[in-house]
């Protein structure tokens, strides 16, 4: 059984800039997490999409954005980069969230903001 | 809200034992652990929910306090395998958020 993939794996972009991310979750999970890693921060949940609709929302800024298509792949989207972005952006499935059940995590995509 | 974890880094020998503590200020509906070993992704270990006994993984363990919101995991004879960071998770039962703490670095030698 395949496991959630992420894309890139490493990029690195300058201030000013956007960048998409991309997450395809395991076959048959319709829910999405994203979370943001960075060394003592822990990680920082960022939003969740179910079946297409954003279930919740962190705490971020409206430069945080994304969507789910009817796939279930999730893309988010970080506008207006700062250096402040830089960290390693995690995607999660699992069947129906990851508060009733396990979610299970990509291996991330690693953004430099430079 | 962010849940606190204790301490922020454990050195071991194998064979010894670890406590890693979770705390919330607010009440809580379950209490899920993850390990995530050095330049790979979170695992999930166990979930633990309000009113549910302690759980447990082969020697790791878990309880979940519900009066005091606290959970801990308990590991026993550890092996260099278990090195990695913990996580805890939150679930404060009113959002459909899992809340991640900052992480517990547990550091395994022969």
């Known amino acids: 059984k395949a496991g959630v993939t992420q894309t890139p794996r490493y990029l690195i972009k300058t201030r000013g800039q956007q960048v998409t991310l991309s997450c395809s979750p395991i076959s048959g999970h319709r829910s999405v997490s994203w979370y943001q890693q960075t060394p003592g921060q822990g990680l920082q949940f960022l939003f969740e999409y179910f079946s297409e609709t954003q279930r919740n929302k962190g705490n971020f800024p409206g430069r945080f954005s994304g969507r789910q298509f009817s796939n279930s792949r999730s893309e988010m989207n970080v506008s207006t980069l700062e250096l402040g972005d830089s960290a390693l952006y995690l995607c999660a499935s699992s069947r129906s969230g990851g508060r009733t059940g396990e979610l299970f995590f990509g291996e991330g995509s690693r953004l430099t903001v430079l | 809200q962010q849940p606190v974890q204790s301490p922020q880094a454990v050195i071991l020998r194998e064979g010894e034992d670890a406590v890693i503590n979770c705390s919330s200020s607010?009440?809580?509906?379950?209490v899920h652990w993850y390990r995530q070993k050095h330049g790979e992704a979170p695992v999930f270990l166990m979930i633990l929910l309000k009113g549910g006994e302690q759980k447990g993984h082969d020697k790791i363990s878990a309880s979940f306090n519900e009066k005091k919101q606290q959970s801990s995991l308990y590991l026993t004879a550890s092996q260099l395998s278990y090195s990695g960071t913990y996580f805890c998770?939150?679930?404060?039962?009113?959002?459909?958020?899992?809340?991640f703490g900052t992480g517990t670095r547990l550091q395994v030698f022969p």
């Open positions: 998770g939150t679930d404060e039962g009113d959002t459909d958020k899992l809340i």
């Open positions: 607010k009440a809580l509906y379950s």
